[in-house]
């Protein structure tokens, strides 16, 4: 599987941002495309995900109702998109995005659903976004 993220940039505050990542090669109907953020000097953390088969999305709770992940399956290649509104300057850093069939979601302490990133084997190479003004 290859995947192209594309579309970070600088945006203020309160700005919006619509990341695209190209996909070719899947595997099976059941793949799932991830989006994840890496801050600076921190791990990569999954913010949302789709799935190809039935155009399901699950977001992590912080971006839920600021971030829409949607998917065009009729574009060769495919093409998995991440709008992102409402953003904040925490939500700086590099986004990557990455395929996975068999994923691994945990309930964290703190009630959050998290996906684990070693459940995509598949990456891109990632698209820098800064927020600040």
């Known amino acids: 599987v290859q995947l192209q993220a594309s579309g970070g940039g600088v945006v203020q505050p309160g700005g919006s941002l619509r990341l695209s990542c190209e996909v070719s090669g899947v595997r099976s109907n059941y793949e799932n495309i991830g989006w994840f953020l890496q801050a600076p000097g921190k791990e990569r953390e999954w913010v949302s995900y789709l799935r190809l088969s039935d155009g399901g999305t699950v977001y992590e709770d912080s971006v839920k109702g600021r971030f829409t992940i949607s998917a065009d399956k009729v574009k060769r290649p495919i093409t998995v998109y991440l709008q992102m509104d409402n953003l904040k300057p925490e939500e700086t850093g590099v986004y990557y995005c990455?395929?996975?069939?068999?994923?691994?979601?945990?309930?964290?302490?703190?009630?959050?659903?998290?996906?684990?990133?070693?459940?995509?084997?598949?990456w891109g190479q990632g698209t820098e976004v800064t927020v600040s003004s």
């Open positions: 990455g395929a996975g069939l068999d994923l691994k979601a945990t309930i964290q302490s703190n009630g959050r659903l998290r996906v684990d990133p070693l459940s995509f084997p598949y």
